[in-house]
């Protein structure tokens, strides 16, 4: 959904007028912190310009679904929140809250709902009676047949600002082979980082190919080249 210039893959409010930014992020360009930063003023300018007292401002949510752990911590789970320096005690209300979720930890310290959604993502084993998941699937075998959803998704997304991003930095870095290479790093350090979470072999390459689309013969060279760095 399109929001005053800036793109999200999901944009929602719920009925107390807080407003969620969802994202996937599949490939770490070590922005993070810069991209929730775009993602949170995106959601402010929006209460704002609505007319509301900043006494007022709704409650802002951006959320990051990783194929990776965003800060090299372990954690599944990140929560995100503005403090007072030398006070972190004191309750500094703005409303803003970022939240990271590194889809790859099998630690599954966050409720078994949100497990269960996570195992979903990275193409884990769920449960298939969790009524969410029914209407997910349900959901999502819909919006696959919508062809004017279809259309709006191919248009220009920070995906392809990303990709462009990676082709200067391949140049500026001297590499031969320029924006393919680049993009070969990227995934090779996708795969390590699959492998430090503790996924095994089955594993990894199961979501090499559900989750990023590889193909079998693919993710099993990713793999190997993996181990052997």
């Known amino acids: 959904m399109m929001l005053r210039g800036g793109r999200f893959d999901i ?3 719920d009925e107390e007028g807080n407003r969620y930014d969802v994202e996937m992020q599949v490939v770490n360009h070590q ?7 775009f993602y949170q003023s995106s959601l402010a300018n929006d209460a704002f310009e609505r007319g509301q007292n900043y006494s007022q401002a709704d409650n802002a949510y ?3 679904f990783c194929c990776f752990d965003p800060f090299g911590l372990r954690e599944q789970r990140y929560e995100i929140k503005r403090r007072v ?5 004191y309750p500094y209300r703005d409303g803003e809250t970022t939240l990271f979720f590194d ?9 078994p709902k949100l497990q ?6 990275a193409g884990r084993k769920v449960d298939e009676a969790d009524d969410f998941i029914v209407q997910l699937r349900q959901r999502i075998a819909h919006v696959k047949q919508d062809r004017k959803w279809r259309k709006e998704y191919m248009q220009r997304t920070l995906y392809e600002m990303d990709i462009e991003n990676d082709r200067r ?5 001297g590499r031969k082979e320029g924006r393919d290479e680049g993009v070969d790093e990227e995934r090779l350090a996708l795969v390590r980082d699959l492998i430090d ?8 390459e199961n979501f090499l190919v559900n989750i990023r689309k590889f193909s079998p013969q693919q993710a099993q060279k990713y793999y190997q080249l993996a181990i052997k760095k």
């Open 116 to 121: 269960n959604f996570l195992d979903l993502i």
């Open 85 to 89: 320096s030398k006070y972190p005690d």
């Open 31 to 37: 922005n993070l912190p810069q991209r929730t930063r």
């Open 169 to 173: 930095r391949a140049i500026l870095e």
């Open 103 to 111: 889809i790859t930890n099998l630690r599954q310290i966050v409720g």
């Open 197 to 204: 979470s503790g996924q095994t072999k089955e594993q990894v």
């Open 62 to 64: 951006v959320i990051f």
């Open 11 to 13: 944009y929602a409010e």
